[in-house]
């Protein structure tokens, strides 16, 4: 069954670097999201891909935050300087369009320390 | 906002007992989804119900959804260990992102 995969699992960083979690979506879907999630917390909405632009972001997402699609399948968070409140658990999704595309599927993770 | 919130915020019970999670929201939506998550691993989907549906069912799962009352419940039957993690809902307008609740902590024992 296809799945959306994460790299790394793991990241650790030392505060003020940068930091890019890699995502592939599903082969045939066409709407991207990141969320993440702080320890102990709930899941929280950062930004929507679609058509290679963002769709919807959320206050966390400032300008710190990037997203990018270099290719036909990779799906990119980049973190500017990362800050010691950035260390989360971030999740990619995707899904399809119209009925069918209410699902979002999600990936395992990626967890992020920030030191 | 259009927040999901789940109650209780933890349950225990044993292996074959049933489990009950609810969930408030308080603006319109298009659907209400409910994903499981178990320690420190990924969101896995469940189950969704549009707004235009009352109740419905996968396996041991049953889902009902009270517009009026803007709200939601998830009904685990004949639990297993297995079910334990933490549940939650999140609910959409069409093609928006997913707004999540705080979720219930869900404990079977054998």
């Known amino acids: 069954e296809p799945e959306v995969t994460q790299t790394p699992s793991h990241q650790v960083t030392q505060m003020g670097q940068e930091v890019i979690l890699r995502c592939v979506p599903i082969?045939?879907?066409?709407?991207f999201y990141w969320y993440r999630q702080i320890l102990g917390q709930k899941v929280e909405f950062l930004v929507s891909f679609y058509n290679n632009e963002i769709s919807e972001k959320s206050e966390i997402f400032d300008d710190q935050f990037s997203v990018e699609r270099p290719d036909g399948s990779n799906f990119t968070l980049k973190i500017r300087s990362t800050k010691l409140e950035d260390s989360a658990m971030y999740f990619c999704?995707?899904?399809?369009?119209?009925?069918?595309?209410?699902?979002?599927?999600f990936g395992p993770g990626t967890r992020l320390l920030v030191l | 906002s259009q927040q999901g919130e789940e109650d209780p915020q933890a349950l225990s019970i044993q292996e074959g007992e049933n489990a009950t999670m609810n969930c408030s929201y308080k603006t319109s939506i298009n659907n209400l989804q409910w994903y499981r998550q178990n320690s420190g691993r990924g969101l896995v989907h469940l189950i969704l119900i549009r707004s235009n549906e009352r109740e419905k069912h996968s396996g041991r799962l049953r889902v009902t959804l009270d517009t009026s009352k803007k709200s939601s419940s998830l009904l685990i039957t004949a639990s297993r260990a297995a079910d334990t993690a933490s549940y939650f809902c999140?609910?959409?307008?069409?093609?928006?992102?997913?707004?999540f609740g705080k979720g219930t902590t869900l404990s079977v024992s054998s």
């Open positions: 999704a995707s899904r399809t369009q119209g009925a069918a595309g209410e699902t979002q599927y």
């Open positions: 999140a609910t959409a307008q069409a093609g928006t992102a997913l707004i």
């Open positions: 082969s045939n879907h066409l709407y």
